[in-house]
């Protein structure tokens, strides 16, 4: 046997080798991606025309409301694939692979960042396709935009994914419960953020309770991206909101981890 | 190797305070195999996550590899296997993706992963399984890749938690045995817990007698059932002739007393010497164990040894007009050390 010197590897080493054996499960069985690239294309095949019919041309969305209700869809298949982060975890807790990888020298943070870039992963081409398709009908298309607001998701779905992390693990020992908050709190947040329907026509109180979620301004900077703005104080917002939430997500994700094992 | 001083444990169980290690003072040098035996619950295992820094201490402190394992978590993983109790390869990957990976999360080259995932695909059997996904391996296919996993970075210190647990006796064995090769090819140093007799028998040299969060005794196993239960010997006699082959055994049983040694004790010197208060043959008629035997009953006592003890007794049984139908002697377990430490069986644990 070779008697190997100890070698330290850097945080960013660590997340490309635990992205890459997230993404491995997608490069060994790629049906799962082909299913997963159809899901947002329905979405927005169904859900469009009835919100142009809704608006009428140029009304409540100023102008088309695919242009308005796109950013959104990618918004939401984003916070659909990142808050799945634990789900994919749990399998790997209740078998001893999370267990083996605690006692490797992976940098702690690079297990979460590097989980959520997978979920990641398959949203750029879903994001990719969406868009393309989308154009024929109208769809105005600023790539270098579409690229920001991609990094922008990267950043806020790192903190969804870690959150996501996080709870995985603090429900390690009653699954149901990983279940039960992720969808209580996901369908809230996503129509509290205005992705799915305006809310400028709602009640005040979904007014103010949008104010103080996250995904609102990541919405409203996607928003603003996706029609060719980068000038925009909503830009600027939605990157605070979405290191925020990397920040505090990672932060409870590096907590829940020391007590993982406890 | 490892180096502990008054290593505690505790948690936190609604509002109860579990005490799970309550004190552990260990050293182990370089090249030994050292087991941890206890029933579950002893403490075994948690006492090895601390060292292998999956556990913060409640106290105390631990040194692993030559480092403080709360100053430098990753450095001691680095420099260390863990092999936990659960299967530790992810059951949708493929054999040899996950050994390729846990060898770049030990900072292995390309080159140098691809080179030790073959060498050990092929010493622990698995060469033809490489391209299978886990979860279609057997059980023994299963834990031997996770042997695997544990030594691709090529570590100098191996933990392996409940090697075998859940695995029929033909693949411990062969568990067994890899890992008792990799040990006299590579010196590696090994400290493991069971809660198996026969697993701490077969495998270690040092075994470390662990019951409610405290070593009760640490020695060779040799030593320990030389010392700390003394050889069996049992004799069968007709029926009629039990209540006066059992005055005779105790007395003989008195005079020669099993192991010679008090519950808890640790010096070396209490080997085989009188016990403080004296004889005492109603104890020793109390630790006579009654079996039936084919042609009668079988009388066993603990004497410290029966190539001594035997020929006297059947000398007082002829005496005595006893005729001794059949007479064997035993060497002691580590089931009986245990029973001899605690007043417990591990076996009562076992399920």
């Known amino acids: ?262 | 190797m490892i180096h502990t001083e008054a290593l505690t444990r505790h948690f936190r169980v609604g509002n109860e305070t579990v005490e799970a290690v309550r004190g552990i003072d260990l050293d182990v040098a370089a090249g030994e195999l050292v087991a941890f035996l206890g029933p579950n619950g002893a403490g075994k295992s948690t006492t090895l996550r601390m060292l292998t820094s999956l556990l913060p201490p409640s106290s105390g402190r631990a040194e692993v590899a030559g480092l403080d394992v709360a100053a430098h978590p990753a450095e001691v993983r680095r420099r260390i296997g863990y092999i936990g109790q659960k299967d530790g390869a992810g059951h949708n990957y493929r054999v040899r993706d996950e050994l390729l990976l846990q060898g770049r999360f030990y900072g292995l080259s390309r080159a140098e992963a691809a080179a030790n995932t073959e060498r050990l695909l092929h010493t622990l059997d698995l060469g033809r399984l490489g391209m299978r996904k886990v979860s279609t391996l057997s059980g023994g296919q299963k834990r031997r890749l996770d042997i695997a996993l544990g030594l691709v970075h090529s570590p100098r210190l191996l933990f392996l938690d409940e090697p075998s647990t859940g695995m029929d006796p033909q693949n411990r064995a062969n568990l067994w045995e890899h890992i008792l090769r990799i040990r006299a090819e590579h010196g590696t140093t090994i400290v493991l817990t069971t809660h198996y007799l026969d697993e701490a028998d077969a495998m270690a040299e040092r075994v470390v007698i662990i019951d409610h969060g405290l070593v009760i005794a640490d020695d060779t196993a040799e030593r320990l059932k030389a010392e700390r239960a003394g050889d069996r010997l049992t004799v069968t006699v007709a029926a009629a002739d039990v209540p006066a082959a059992r005055a005779v055994l105790a007395r003989v049983g008195a005079a020669v007393p099993a192991g010679a040694v008090a519950a808890g004790a640790t010096d070396d010197d209490s080997r085989g010497g009188p016990e403080p208060d004296g004889p005492d043959p109603s104890r020793a008629e109390r630790e006579i164990e009654e079996h039936a035997a084919p042609d009668g009953r079988a009388l066993t006592i603990g004497v410290a040894a029966a190539a001594h003890a035997l020929p006297p007794l059947l000398g007082e049984l002829r005496d005595a007009g006893i005729e001794v139908l059949a007479a064997e002697s035993r060497r002691p377990t580590l089931d009986d050390v245990f029973l001899h430490l605690t007043g417990r069986s591990l076996r009562e644990g076992e399920a």
């Not at chain 1, 869809?73 to 984003?78: D, H, R, S």
């Not at chain 1, 205005?194 to 979620?213: F, K, Q, Y």
């Not at chain 1, 909503?234 to 829940?256: D, E, P, S």
């Open chain 1, 1 to 262: 046997m070779t008697v190997l010197a100890p070698r330290s590897t850097g945080v960013l080493t660590d997340i490309r080798n635990v992205w890459w054996r997230e993404t491995l499960t997608i490069v060994r069985d790629p049906f799962s991606l082909i299913f997963s690239l159809v899901q947002p294309l329905v979405f927005l095949g169904l859900f469009g025309p009835l919100l142009s019919g809704l608006a009428g041309d140029g009304g409540m969305f100023g102008g088309s409301s695919l242009q308005w209700f796109l950013p959104g869809v990618i918004v939401m298949i984003t916070m659909f694939g990142t808050s799945m982060t634990g789900a994919n975890l749990q399998f790997e807790i209740m078998t001893g692979a999370f267990e083996r990888m605690l006692a490797t020298p992976l940098a702690r943070s690079s297990l979460m960042v590097g989980r959520a870039l997978k979920e990641l992963t398959p949203l750029v081409v879903q994001a990719a396709i969406v868009t393309l398709v989308a154009v024929p009908f109208g769809f105005a298309l600023y790539p270098l935009h579409v690229l920001v607001g991609l990094v922008l998701l990267g950043v806020f779905g790192v903190g969804v994914g870690a959150l996501s992390y996080a709870l995985a693990i603090a429900a390690r020992r009653t699954e149901w419960i990983f279940w039960a908050v992720q969808q209580s709190l996901l369908f809230p947040l996503l129509i509290l953020s205005g992705m799915m329907l305006p809310l400028e026509t709602g009640p005040e109180w979904m007014r103010v309770a949008s104010l103080v979620n996250p995904l609102t301004y990541v919405v409203d900077a996607e928003r603003a991206l996706f029609s060719g703005t980068l000038a925009d104080p909503a830009v600027l917002n939605g990157f605070v909101a979405a290191v925020v939430t990397a920040a505090v997500g990672l932060a409870v994700g590096i907590r829940a981890i020391r007590g993982a094992t406890a």
